[in-house]
């Protein structure tokens, strides 16, 4: 069942019209299309939607111009810093993408070059850093409890290739692993986000598989999203992370189906 609930278009930083992923997940056997776009950042207009209205009327338009085709979801990458009015959305899917210190935003995942400026807020100490991080986000997710927990553990983009800084450190692992059992708590759905394998960055999609395993054993529930920034990407390495997903044990996955969170197996 070919479906991604996370995906970007040029209403925030995304090559391509919503119309044009429609129209080539149609082409490709998709049942159905959620849209995420990120959300308004006071702090940060690089990346997040300018025009949300205009982004509302225009996914709605399309959910009923293919409304015979392809199920259509009108959802939002909400930045954990950044609340919205959550009933504009058919879903939310909750991101945190900065760290907040000394009264100030500082964006992990632009680049590696703001990731150093954020521990370098965090006084350098990677540790802090991801207490600080998963502290926050896991506050946000337990009180919020968006529809899907978007990628968790974004802090790690830069670790196989650029910045070495927590994957070889097994005191990483022990704050990781504590506060996925934290967010595992909120019933949640996390996904797991192939976007960092197609542009790159990671080897293995986000959550890394050491918290996967935790989340299966807890009884978490997971959903594939590829974060897609062009329609090219849309089931980007899905194949291959569901064979990861089935070898860390679970058997199904969850995806939007008639307006509601639905397992299918995997
Ligand atoms: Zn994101
Ligand atoms: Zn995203």
């Given at each position: 069942m070919l479906a991604n609930f996370h995906t970007h278009t040029t209403f925030s930083?995304?090559?391509?019209t919503p119309e044009e992923v429609v129209r080539y997940a149609i082409e490709k056997g998709f049942s159905a299309v959620g849209f995420s776009d990120h959300g308004y950042t006071a702090y940060d207009?690089?990346?997040?939607?300018?025009?949300t209205a205009g982004y509302i009327a225009e996914i709605k338009r399309l959910k009923e111009k293919y409304a015979d085709q392809i199920e259509i979801y009108l959802g939002v990458e909400e930045d954990s810093h950044s609340l919205l009015?959550?009933?504009?959305?058919?879903y939310i899917i909750g991101s945190c993408h900065y760290l907040y210190a000394n009264g100030a935003y500082y964006s992990i995942d632009s680049n590696c070059e703001y990731f150093t400026k954020a521990l370098a807020a965090a006084g350098n100490d990677e540790l802090a850093f991801a207490k600080a991080y998963y502290g926050h986000f896991c506050e946000y997710i337990q009180t919020r409890k968006p529809d899907l927990i978007g990628?968790?553990?974004?802090?790690?983009?830069?670790?196989?290739?650029e910045q070495a800084r927590f994957l070889h450190n097994e005191d990483y692992w022990a704050i990781a692993e504590q506060y996925t059992l934290k967010a595992l708590k909120s019933g949640c759905i996390f996904e797991v986000n192939t976007g960092m394998i197609t542009r790159g960055f990671?080897?293995?999609?986000?959550?890394h598989e050491r918290l996967l395993r935790v989340i299966h054993e807890h009884g978490g529930k997971v959903a594939l999203s590829?974060?897609?920034?062009?329609?090219?990407?849309?089931?980007?390495c899905f194949a291959e992370t569901e064979e990861l997903l089935r070898k860390v044990g679970f058997s199904e996955r969850y995806i939007l189906k008639n307006g509601q969170w639905t397992s299918v197996p995997l």
């Open positions: 930083d995304g090559k391509n207009g690089r990346y997040c939607m300018k025009d009015s959550r009933e504009d959305f058919d990628h968790f553990d974004l802090l790690t983009k830069f670790d196989e290739k990671r080897s293995s999609p986000c959550p590829s974060d897609s920034h062009q329609r090219e990407t849309l089931n980007g």
